[in-house]
């Protein structure tokens, strides 16, 4: 007996009676998912009479065969219809595209492999590298592309499969700009099932939205409600929100600005008062300042409590006189190097370097490439601290439109995992459709 079949070998393959007879051919493999394990062939779907019927795991002969022999007298000829928590191969899987999730990509399904075990047959891996017109698929022999099924996420589109499918977790443990990077690829249908996964987490879904490109953000925005868009909005960093409210039709600003959290609504319209170009419209309006007379323990107690803050942002603390005015800098690990009774204006800066809410972005960059700065702050007339701008938003700000639309640089390769070797669990038997 063969111990692996590939589904090519299988789609189309002649069914016959126990006495020989050909009853029809084999239109679909029918898997449950497991969570973690590697899904279970639970039975077949197959054409009989003209109607798709499904014939369960215990009903037919090994998939191996071909013909393939019925192992029982009679077939249930209701037709097939899929329960929840099953997967149909073909029709799912079969030239789908899944999640790469060790590369952060989508991949092509160009072949699936099911291989014999203690419990019955299962999905072991996929081929995801395109044949040429020189291969041909079924030949009993995968091509250069095969992965392990469990390294893979498929995007099946099934409702009622979701709950099942433990392992699309992961997906929630990419770095929000490698999940952005796999909406700007997928389609319509695909980014729907990305986005519904990390719309269990806001916060993660936040941050998805920061990373996205503007043109697809919208066109996501315009496809919800206005009260689905504040929520989002709420959890993301106000100068972000603000980009995205500007980028909203003009019907749709003010009724999502009044779903806003008050807080957030007060710091996005802040932001929206400055010129997109200038350091208001690229700053952030979080960040630490104590009293100069402060010593490090409050200092680093002012830090704890900042949960709020941009961590990019909180690369050091501002103080301010008794006035309120800027009065110095002291970096964080300054803090943390110094006894906590010192006093900060014996540890920082003073008079640090800033920028005005009015000041050009391309004169933002230079200030702090010149100064060797990956924050700046942004003062007002009165020397008052408004904003922060982070390296990252200049960046962001001053990069070339052409090179953004080359392709996303390659993704650090992962540390190496083991692979689990546990045997698939034995799944209840699909009661025949």
Known sequence: MTDSVHLSQLLGRSIVDRRGEAVGRLSDVVVRLQGDAYPLVIGIAAKVARREVFVPAGGIGELSQAPLQLARQTVDVRRFERREGEVLLRADVLRHRLIDVADARLVRAWDVELVHGP??????????????????????????????????????????????????????????????????????????????????????????????????????????????????????????????????????????????????????????????????????????????????????????????????????IYTHDEFGQLAGFVRLTTLVQSAPDVRLAEIGESDPVHVHADSDVIDVALLMSDYNLVTIPVADDEHHVVGVITVDDVLEATIPEDWRRREPAPHPEPAPAELSTEEPATSPESPVG
Do not use: Y
Not at 137 to 157: F, H, T, V, Y
Not at 207 to 236: C, K, Y
Not at 289 to 311: G, I
């Open 119 to 316: 419990e019955g047959w299962s999905v072991c891996a996929v081929d995801t590298h395109r044949p040429s017109r020189l291969f041909r698929r079924g030949s009993g022999a995968m091509a250069q592309g095969k992965e392990d099924w469990k390294a893979l996420e498929p995007l099946i589109g099934h409702a009622a499969s979701a709950t099942l499918r433990g392992p699309f977790g992961r997906v929630k443990r990419l770095k929000p700009a490698q999940i952005a990077d796999l909406l700007e690829d997928a389609s319509k249908e695909e980014g729907t099932e990305i986005l519904d996964v990390v719309h269990s987490d806001p916060e993660l879904e936040a941050d998805v939205f920061e990373e996205i490109d503007p043109d697809l953000q919208s066109r996501l925005f315009g496809a919800r409600t206005n009260d689905q868009v504040a929520d989002v909005l709420a959890h993301m960093r106000a100068d972000d929100a603000a980009d995205a409210v500007a980028e909203l039709p003009q019907s749709r600003r003010q009724p999502v600005l009044d779903l806003l959290p008050a807080g957030q609504r007060t710091r996005v319209l802040t932001l929206l008062g400055f010129n997109p170009g200038s350091a208001g419209g690229l700053m952030g309006v979080d960040f630490v300042s104590v009293p100069a007379t402060a010593d490090v323990a409050a200092a680093l107690h002012a830090v704890r409590v900042a949960t709020a803050v941009q961590p990019e942002a909180l690369t050091g």
